[in-house]
C-alpha cells in the first residue's frame, strides 16, 4: 500500500464486506481512519460530530449518582471518549488514539 492509503483491516460480513483504513488527507496531511462497508463511508474521523453528539443526546437522560454507562458498537471510539470526558461519570477505559 502507499504512503497515503492503507487498509487495516478486512472481513466478509453477511451484508457484505467491510473494512477499516487509514488514508492521508491531502489538505493538512493528517491521517483519517474510516469504516467501510463496501464502497460506502459509515464512520469517519473526519467527521465525528453524530457520534459525539450520542454520547450527549444519551447522557442528557440521565439522572442518578453512581451509574454505570456501557457504549459498544461498531466505531471509531468518539461517543466513548465523549461519554468518558463529560465528567458526569468514570471512564473505565479510553479508546486508542491515533
Known amino acids: 500500500m502507499s504512503a497515503r492509503f492503507e487498509e487495516i483491516d478486512w472481513h466478509p460480513a453477511p451484508l457484505g464486506e467491510i473494512s477499516l483504513r487509514r488514508r492521508r488527507y491531502p489538505g493538512s496531511g493528517t491521517d483519517v481512519y474510516e469504516v467501510k462497508p463496501g464502497d ?44 468518558g470526558s463529560s465528567g458526569q461519570y468514570d471512564s473505565p477505559s479510553d479508546p486508542p488514539t491515533s
Not at 41 to 70: K, N, P
Open 40 to 83: 460506502d463511508y459509515l464512520m469517519s474521523s473526519l467527521f465525528t460530530a453524530g457520534e459525539i453528539a450520542l454520547a450527549q443526546l444519551g447522557l442528557a437522560r440521565l439522572t442518578g449518582a453512581e451509574l454505570d454507562v456501557a457504549v459498544g458498537g461498531l466505531g471509531l471510539g468518539y461517543t466513548a471518549r465523549a461519554t
